[in-house]
Each structure stands twice: as C-alpha cells, then as structure tokens.
C-alpha cells in the first residue's frame, strides 16, 4: 500500500491558485474585491455571501427518502469536522471495519447522496449551495464530494427557471466564490444567460450581485452581449450612473470592468463620469 504523504491529513482553507493572476476577471483578484466590498460602507448588497454556520436539516421522521437527509448532515458534519470523506474513512477506520462498504464508509454515503440528490426539495437544494460555501479548499480534492457537486449543479440547472431571479444570481454567486474551483458549472452559466434579459429592470442591489457573477464567468460576456438589446445595457448604465454616489469605488470598478466586456465601445457615460469624479483618464 503506498505511504500517505505528510501532508495528507493536513486541511486547508486556500483556495487554489488560478492561472489569470494578473487579469481583472481573475477569480482571485475578484474575490479581495469582494471582501473588500464587504468591509465597505455598500457591504448590505452583498451581506448574503458571508459564512454562516448553516443548521443541519430536519431528517425525515420515516425512511421515505432513501435517508439522504440522514446522509447529508452527516456528510456535511464529517466535511466540516474531520475533513474529506476518503480521509475520515482512513481515520476512522472504516475501510478495515469488515462491514459493508455501501452502509459503513463516510466516501459510500456521500456517492449514495449524490445518487438520490434528484429527491431533495427546492428548498434542500438551495440549502446545500449556501451550507457548500463553508467547505474547506480541500473538499475540491475528493470525488466523492465532487461527485455530490456535480449531481448539485445538475439538478439546480434543471430547476431554476422556476425560482427567484433575484436568488438564482445570489446563489449561482455564492457558488462561484467556493474556495474550491469548480471547473464547470450549468447552474451558474445558466442564471447569468437567464437573468440577463431582465437586467435592465434590476434594483443596484440585484445589479451589483449579477454583474459581479459577470465578472467571475467573464469568458461568456461575449456570448451574453450579442444577446441584448441597445435598451438593455442602456438602461443598466443610466441606473449605475444615477446611483454613482451610491456604491463606492471598488464596486464602481466592479461595475464598470463587467460592462465595458458586454459591448463596444462600453458605457461611455459611466466612463466620463469616473473619470470627472475621480480624476484619471480609463
């Protein structure tokens, strides 16, 4: 059997290390925008990205579910507590107990919840994304978990067309802040492409959420500004202009660099008036 490395117990809370350092769009240099934006005076908009410690699920009172409730407070407990399932197995024990692998091992369970993640509620499913931004950087590195992802991202791409604009960009959001970098992701491409039909109707406090949702899949603002209209993007930066005194400067910078990807020449409006307000040229 190989020997375990000496870091193989070891967890950690850094998020890996992205190619793009030295890009506005880099999801590192992205999030010290956020955590700086929620050190500001604007931090409310963005008040539901903060960790919390989630409350476990109530577990169903009869085995009607194949126990996946059951299954993932514990999961979810062990990730938090002890760290990957693979590694609490190992520390455990468990894959020497002589039982059987389906019923006995943490790495099991969690494959058995991403079999069954289809019979979880909206409401489960939207619990998950929020309880998930709490897992460690070293979660990334465990296919069982990875499995659970990917069944996640499945199944709340094929629901949100029925929920909430406004909550599909807060929790695609959250999703794509994970500390672990989720290579591909339907949901959260999926709500930007929804969502951006209806931009022009958004609140500052939607519009900020979203565009910042923009800049983290910057790699599809080309697909999404062929797609809308003059009026669309218009009347995103006529609100941004008005509402200038309103957001501070790392969010106008936010803001700005996510509209200037979506059209040629940008917002020319929203540029000038930077550029009056603070005294450089873009």
């Known amino acids: 059997m190989k020997q375990a490395t000496a870091t193989f117990l070891s967890r950690t809370q850094v998020k890996k290390v992205t190619e793009k ?28 990205l903060q960790k919390k410690p989630t409350k476990s699920l109530e ?18 407990e062990t990730v938090m507590d002890l760290g990957v ?13 002589g039982g059987h692998l389906r019923s006995t091992t943490t790495s099991c369970l969690t494959l058995r919840l991403a079999d069954n ?17 709490s897992w460690p950087a070293d979660a990334g ?51 930007l492409e929804m969502a951006s039909f209806n931009i022009h109707e958004f609140r ?17 603002a080309p697909q999404i500004g062929e797609n809308l209209k003059e009026v669309q993007l218009g009347g995103v930066e006529k609100r941004v202009t008005q509402e200038f ?16 990807t979506l059209s040629e020449p940008g917002p020319q409006q929203l540029k000038q008036k930077i550029q009056d307000t603070y005294g450089f040229r873009l």
Request: with cysteine.
């Open 141 to 191: 590195g465990s296919d069982s978990l990875m499995k659970v992802l990917d069944k996640l991202d499945a199944e709340c791409a094929r629901r949100c067309e029925l929920w909430d604009v406004g909550d599909n960009v807060r929790f695609a959001l959250i999703w794509a802040r994970y500390s672990f970098r989720p290579e591909q992701c339907q949901f959260a491409t999926k709500v």
């Open 204 to 220: 500052l406090g939607e519009l900020v959420p979203y565009l910042l949702l923009l800049s983290y899949l910057s790699h599809l």
């Open 21 to 48: 350092t030295a890009t506005l769009f880099d999801p590192d240099y992205l999030d010290q925008m956020v955590d700086k934006i929620m050190k500001g005076d604007s931090r409310s908009r963005l008040s539901f």
């Open 117 to 133: 993640l289809a019979l979880m509620t909206d409401t489960e499913l939207q619990h998950l994304i929020q309880a998930i931004s």
């Open 245 to 260: 005194y309103n957001l501070d400067q790392t969010e106008v910078a936010v803001v700005y660099s996510a509209l200037n």
């Open 59 to 76: 577990e169903d009172l009869a085995d009607t579910r194949e126990n996946i409730v059951n299954d993932w407070n514990h999961i979810h």
């Open 85 to 97: 399932p693979e590694m609490a197995d190992v520390i455990g024990g468990q894959m020497f107990a």
